[in-house]
């Protein structure tokens, strides 16, 4: 089982990055699929998670209407769109991926550095 979280970088605030997540070793149609970001000092957060259709999307408070979370199943993969990035947001994020109630599998993490 794979997990490859990339599109990270660093971008000026207002910039926009489209994260992507690309799974192998396991069906993604059959997993919801959840975006997580983790600063220095801070606890990992939640950011955006999406049902394993796609019908059903969460984000937490402070990126909601600026990220969009999207899927591919036949693709293997999963999005993150980032628009409208603040200094804050910087942080390392991870994708994970759960059948059941808790989060199965996770990935390696992308670096995401926004400069104000």
């Known amino acids: 089982v794979q997990l490859q979280a990339f599109g990270g970088g660093l971008v000026q605030a207002g910039g926009s990055l489209r994260l992507s997540c690309v799974v192998s070793?396991?069906?993604?149609?059959?997993?919801?699929m959840g975006w997580f970001r983790q600063a220095p000092g801070k606890e990992r957060e939640g950011v955006s998670c999406?049902?394993?259709?796609?019908?059903?999307?969460y984000y937490a408070d402070s990126v909601k209407g600026r990220f969009t979370i999207s899927r591919d199943n036949a693709r293997n993969t999963v999005y993150l769109q980032m628009n409208s990035l603040k200094p804050e947001d910087s942080a390392v994020y991870y994708c994970?991926?759960?059948?059941?109630?808790?989060?199965?599998?996770w990935g390696q993490g992308t670096q995401v550095t926004v400069s104000s």
């Open positions: 994970a991926a759960k059948a059941g109630r808790s989060y199965d599998y």
């Open positions: 070793g396991f069906t993604l149609a059959y997993y919801h």
């Open positions: 999406i049902s394993d259709s796609g019908g059903t999307t």
